[in-house]
């Protein structure tokens, strides 16, 4: 059984070691952790974006209360994940070991093994250096979209409706070590102008679909 634990609030929670604990941050709150080891921990985000940076967390629930949605903060989930169950709305949000923007080289953290997303809703997500084969994911009408299929796409000038053509043709210009991108029907038919049909047509084009 998990034990909670109060925090001087707005500020980063650093070189900390936690097992079975309860963990808030947000608003009035911790803003998030740095170097920190979770164990077994469940971390309950509220209002906002956290700040979880070079720490390692196992066999932890990460759960939103609210919609996160970050590219401003390409390293926001710059932290190791094993056997981690995320729980929420994710919007836009980058998962995985990224190439830093100043050096190009992979971050030292971001390892995402054998995670659990079936609890999560994952609109146009991407994952970088990660084996989307270990993880979890919720299925249709949510996808996962791997980048290799992405670039034999838009190499092969795939014709495809709406806006679409616009979001392969970038898998030519992106960085090697994405391995995925994830969807909703409803986001890409918002997104992209589609109708649910023109979605899955688009999507059997383009083949190795995960749903």
Not at 117 to 134: A, E, G, P, Y
Not at 189 to 205: F, G, I, N, R, S
Request: with cysteine; aromatic share 10%; proline share 6%.
């Amino acid at each position: 059984m998990s034990t909670s634990k109060t925090f001087p609030a707005e500020e980063m929670i650093r070189g900390e070691h936690f097992a079975d604990m309860t963990i808030a941050v947000g608003p009035k709150l911790p803003t998030g952790f740095s170097r920190c080891t979770l164990e077994r921990c469940h971390v309950m985000v509220h209002g906002f974006s956290p700040s979880i940076y070079d720490s390692q967390l196992t066999d932890c629930v990460i759960e939103c209360t609210k919609r996160i949605t970050d590219r401003r903060l390409p390293k926001f989930f710059s932290s190791d994940y094993v056997r981690c169950k995320f729980v929420g709305r994710f919007d836009g949000v980058d998962f995985g070991r990224d190439p830093s923007p100043y050096s190009g080289k992979p971050d030292e953290f971001g390892e995402l093994v054998d995670c659990d997303f079936t609890q999560s809703t994952l609109d146009l997500c991407r994952f970088f250096s990660v084996d989307i084969n270990r993880q979890r994911f919720a299925r249709w009408p949510q996808f996962v979209i791997p980048h290799q299929r992405r670039v034999v796409a838009a190499q092969a000038g795939l014709s495809l409706p709406g806006k679409l053509g616009v979001h392969i043709a970038l898998a030519l210009r992106q960085d090697p070590s994405l391995n995925a991108i994830t969807g909703t029907v409803a986001g890409f038919m918002k997104h992209y102008e589609l109708t649910a049909q023109e979605v899955e047509q688009a999507l059997d084009a383009i083949g190795g679909v995960l749903s």
